[in-house]
């Protein structure tokens, strides 16, 4: 029943800023941490940022002082603000869901390219 739908993906130049948002379904959304992972090719995915159900933050220290994660929980939806992207931050982005520490639900993820 829980849906993850982001949007906000696309390309842009080095040193340009996108925001990206997830909208989520079938879930009390307030009561979940929610988190932002990326992919790129041939790597793993990893944590970008996490915030908590309080709103507290947390992030990679790749993203640190570049990304902001805020949520709107009368919206159910979370956002990732980047700014000042790099060629590196090119992957595929997802929102997930923590529940209890766990990763139980993924949205369909979306693309962010970075490029010159």
């Known amino acids: 029943q829980v849906q993850l739908v982001e949007s906000g993906g696309g390309s842009v130049q080095p040193g340009g800023s996108l925001r990206l948002s997830c909208a989520v379904y079938?879930?009390?959304?307030?009561?979940?941490?929610m988190s932002w992972y990326r992919q790129a090719p041939g790597k793993q995915r990893e944590l970008v940022a996490r915030?908590?159900?309080?709103?507290?933050?947390n992030y990679a220290d790749s993203a640190k002082g570049r990304f902001t994660i805020s949520r709107n929980n009368a919206k159910n939806t979370v956002y990732l603000q980047m700014d000042n992207l790099k060629p590196e931050d090119t992957a595929v982005y997802y929102c997930?869901?923590?529940?209890?520490?766990?990763?139980?639900?993924w949205g369909q993820g979306t693309q962010v390219t970075v490029s010159s």
């Open positions: 997930v869901r923590v529940h209890a520490g766990v990763l139980d639900y």
């Open positions: 079938g879930s009390f959304f307030s009561a979940y941490a």
């Open positions: 915030i908590s159900s309080d709103g507290n933050c």
